[in-house]
C-alpha cells in the first residue's frame, strides 16, 4: 500500500513541474465519436468460402452480417494475421470484416478487426493502450468487445477494433487530407509502404516523396534531418508511450508494430499491434532504439533532457493505477450482464493481471526517472568504470552480475 502511495505522489509532483506541450490535459479524451464498448455480430457464409479460408486464410470470402439484430449487411472476411500469428479457421483466428456500410453505433467505419490474441486474451492490454494514446493526443483505433459467430458458432469474446482506413483517417484528422501508409515487414523509415486512404491506391506522390526523403536525410544528417516533414514534439511523446508501456514489439523497440499517417504535408506514426505490453517491468526507459527515428530521440545533451519530460509529462496517464481502475470500472459497467459468465470471468481476470503489471511498470519506472539524465557515455584511452548498470531482458537460465576475471571486475 505504501509502494502504490508514494508512486501516486511522484506522479502527482512530475505532472506539475513538466511544461504541457501544446496539447489537452493528459486525461481528456480527445477523439471524436464514440465506438460501442460491447456488440454482438453474427456471420455467414458458404461451406465452399469456410473450405477456401483453410487453405487460403489470406483469401476474401464472401460474408453476410448481422451486427446487434441490425439489418443484413454484406461484406467480405479474411482471417487476419502474418507468419507468427496466422491461424487456421478451425483454431479461433483473428478476423478482419469489411463490411459495404457501416453498422449502426460504430460511426462510418466498415473495416473491423475480430481480435483473438494469443498474447492478449481478451484484449484488454491492447484496449487500455488505445485509451492511452487517444488520451495523449495521439491517434490510434479504438476497440471494445464483443461475442462473434459464424454459421451458427460461437467463437467467444473477441477485441472489437476500428480499422486503419479512410475512415479512421476522417475521424482522427477531420478536415485534412490524409494518407495511410502500412509498412512492410521490418520497413523502417523511407522503406516500402503500402499506402491508403483519401490519396487512393498508392497515396499522394507527396507522401511517398516524404517518406523516402525523410529515410535519406535520417541516414545522413540524423535526427536533424527532419526539416519539418515530422513533428518532433509529436514523435517523442508517441515513442515515450511506447516505451512507458513496454511496447517491445512497436516502432521504437523492434521497427515492427506501427502505421503512418500523411497529413498535409507531415508525418504521424500511430500505434499498432498492442498485444504484447507491459510484460517486462524493469525495462530501461533509456534503450537502444531500433526505429530510425526513434534513434535520435535521446541522443545528446537537449535530446535526453526533453525525452526526460516527455516520460514525466506521460508516464501518469499510462501507469496510474486510479486511472486505470476509473477506465475499468467504465467498461465494466456495460459489459456486465451482457458476457457470458466465463467470459466475464477470463476478462476479470486479465483486467486483474494487468492492473498489477501497470503497478509494477510504474514503481520501476519512478525509480529509474527519479535517479535524472544519464550523462553521455564517452570511452577514452584507459580504463572505464562501469557504475549505474541495470539488467535488462536476463533469460531465467540466465545471470547479470559482477565477476572477477584477472583481478579486473567483470559483468557476466
Not at 176 to 201: F, H, Q
Not at 388 to 402: E, R, Y
Request: net charge neutral; hydrophobic share 40%.
Amino acid at each position: 500500500m505504501l509502494a502504490v502511495l508514494a508512486v501516486a505522489g511522484v506522479w502527482a509532483l512530475m505532472a506539475w513541474d513538466v511544461p504541457n506541450p501544446e496539447v489537452q490535459a493528459p486525461h481528456a479524451p480527445c477523439i471524436a465519436g464514440s465506438w460501442p464498448a460491447w456488440t454482438v455480430i453474427d456471420l455467414r457464409t458458404s461451406a465452399e468460402s469456410i473450405g477456401r479460408l483453410r487453405t487460403e486464410p489470406r483469401a476474401w470470402v464472401p460474408v453476410e452480417a448481422w451486427v446487434d439484430g441490425g439489418p443484413t449487411i454484406r461484406g467480405r472476411l479474411r482471417i487476419k494475421g502474418t507468419r507468427g500469428s496466422l491461424r487456421d479457421i478451425e483454431d479461433d483466428p483473428s478476423l478482419t470484416l469489411v463490411l459495404d456500410r457501416a453498422p449502426r453505433g460504430f460511426g462510418e467505419t466498415t473495416r473491423i478487426h475480430l481480435e483473438n490474441g494469443a498474447e492478449d486474451e481478451c484484449s484488454v492490454r491492447s484496449a487500455w493502450a488505445a485509451h492511452v494514446f487517444e488520451t495523449a493526443g495521439i491517434p490510434c483505433p479504438r476497440q471494445g468487445w464483443g461475442r462473434v459467430l459464424l454459421n451458427g458458432r460461437s467463437l467467444g469474446l473477441r477485441g472489437v477494433k476500428e480499422g486503419f482506413d479512410a475512415a479512421f483517417a476522417r475521424r482522427s484528422w477531420p478536415g485534412k487530407c490524409v494518407s495511410l501508409g502500412e509498412p512492410r515487414d521490418g520497413a523502417d523509415v523511407g522503406d516500402a509502404l503500402d499506402w491508403k486512404g483519401k490519396g487512393g491506391g498508392n497515396g499522394p506522390r507527396g507522401g511517398r516523396e516524404d517518406w523516402s526523403r525523410l529515410g535519406d536525410s535520417l541516414r545522413v544528417e540524423g535526427s536533424a534531418g527532419v526539416n519539418g516533414l515530422v513533428d518532433q514534439t509529436k514523435f517523442t511523446r508517441f515513442s515515450a508511450l511506447e516505451i512507458l508501456l513496454g511496447h517491445r514489439d512497436g516502432y521504437s523497440l523492434a521497427r515492427n508494430n506501427y502505421r503512418v499517417a500523411w497529413v498535409e504535408g507531415r508525418l504521424e506514426w500511430v500505434p499498432w499491434g498492442m498485444d504484447t505490453l507491459l510484460e517486462t517491468p524493469g525495462l530501461t526507459v533509456w534503450p537502444s532504439m531500433a526505429g530510425t527515428m526513434a534513434r535520435g530521440v535521446h541522443g545528446a545533451d537537449e535530446g535526453r533532457q526533453a525525452w526526460h519530460g516527455a516520460l514525466r509529462r506521460w508516464a501518469p496517464g499510462g501507469l496510474d493505477t486510479c486511472q486505470f481502475d476509473a477506465w475499468r470500472g467504465k467498461q465494466e459497467g456495460v459489459l456486465r450482464g451482457r458476457m457470458t459468465g466465463s467470459e466475464w470471468r477470463a476478462w476479470e481476470k486479465n483486467a486483474a493481471r494487468l492492473r498489477s503489471a501497470i503497478g509494477a511498470r510504474a514503481e520501476a519506472v519512478v525509480l529509474e526517472l527519479g535517479k535524472g539524465v544519464p550523462g553521455e557515455a564517452l570511452a577514452k584511452p584507459g580504463r572505464v568504470s562501469l557504475t549505474g548498470w541495470n539488467a535488462q531482458g536476463v533469460p531465467p537460465d540466465g545471470k547479470a552480475q559482477a565477476a572477477s576475471l584477472g583481478g579486473m571486475e567483470i559483468l557476466e
